[in-house]
């Protein structure tokens, strides 16, 4: 019998494990966003868009659409999608699996100011910052609106939300991966002094930390949250694997 994996998605490494997946047989790959992204690049197996509602409605969809195995590829910030998961996947007794890429860590040269939330960050600038690269997405802008001292470049993949409260400065629409040349470039050209980024971790968007490096441009890092207990491998690869080992057709 053919079994059902569900994907919980919004990153590349998803995407990447559901084109794999699918080439699997005996396996039928569903993947889950959140729908934050107006035009998602097109993604291997059936793709559902949209909150399930809560870790009821999480829950719910599970049990009605029969799937077997959950995988959380979310982005290490997603934590709530992630605490759902854990808790509709433990009260179904349900297979579960964090796919969660390694942190960036520090490295000789690099000169970061490790924070635990935006606010925190926007903090930290108020004391050091005249010219600032904003890569936080479009979500969590509001905190800096009140440094109007500040200049800010605020890189983007679409528009902020019609009511959203957006930093002084210039928006830039554009999506990773970044190459090392374009990014110190863009960090010449507006005369950036200060990066802010998440603790992304991944290859797609690390130049921007290696240029930051070697032109002497502090970075506002900010710390990844909690994220529940549980399995976890870092790429898909391991994933892969993971999916293999599950019991499918009815044998190990
Ligand atoms: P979040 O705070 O953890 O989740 C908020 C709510 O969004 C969840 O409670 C859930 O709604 C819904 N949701 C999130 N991910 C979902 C998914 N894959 N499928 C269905 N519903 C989902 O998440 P977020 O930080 O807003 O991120 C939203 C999505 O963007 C995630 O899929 C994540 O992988 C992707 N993303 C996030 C970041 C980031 O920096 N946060 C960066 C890149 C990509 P219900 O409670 O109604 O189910």
Do not use: C
Request: proline share 6%.
């Amino acid at each position: 019998m053919m079994k059902r994996v569900l994907i919980l998605g919004g990153t590349g490494d998803a995407s990447a494990l559901a084109a794999k997946a699918s080439t699997l047989p005996g396996v039928e790959v569903r993947v889950s966003l959140a729908g934050r992204t107006p035009q998602p690049l097109p993604i291997a197996g059936i793709v559902r868009v949209g909150g399930f509602g809560g870790v009821a409605g999480l829950t719910q969809y599970l049990r009605d659409e029969a799937i077997d195995f959950l995988i959380d590829a979310t982005h290490p910030f997603a934590a709530q999608i992630s605490f759902n998961a854990a808790a509709a996947a433990a009260e179904l007794g349900m297979p579960r699996l964090m796919l969660v890429r390694p942190a960036w860590h520090l490295v000789p040269g690099d000169q970061w100011i490790d924070v635990d939330s935006m606010a925190a960050a926007a903090d930290a600038l108020e004391e050091q910052a005249k010219r600032v690269f904003l890569t936080i997405g479009r979500q969590q802008l509001a905190p800096f609106a009140r440094l109007h001292e500040i200049w800010f470049l605020i890189r983007l993949i679409n528009q902020p939300e019609p009511d959203a409260v957006v930093p002084e400065g210039l928006l830039l629409f554009s999506q990773g991966p970044f190459d090392l040349t374009a990014e110190r470039q863009l960090l010449m050209e507006h005369e950036i002094d200060t990066i802010v980024t998440k603790n992304s971790g991944g290859s797609a968007t690390y130049a921007k930390i290696i240029a930051a490096r070697e032109l002497g441009i502090k970075v506002v890092m900010v710390r990844r949250p909690t994220i529940p207990q549980g399995e976890q491998v870092q790429d898909v690869e391991e994933a892969f694997a993971w999916l293999v080992g599950q019991p499918i057709n009815g044998q190990r």
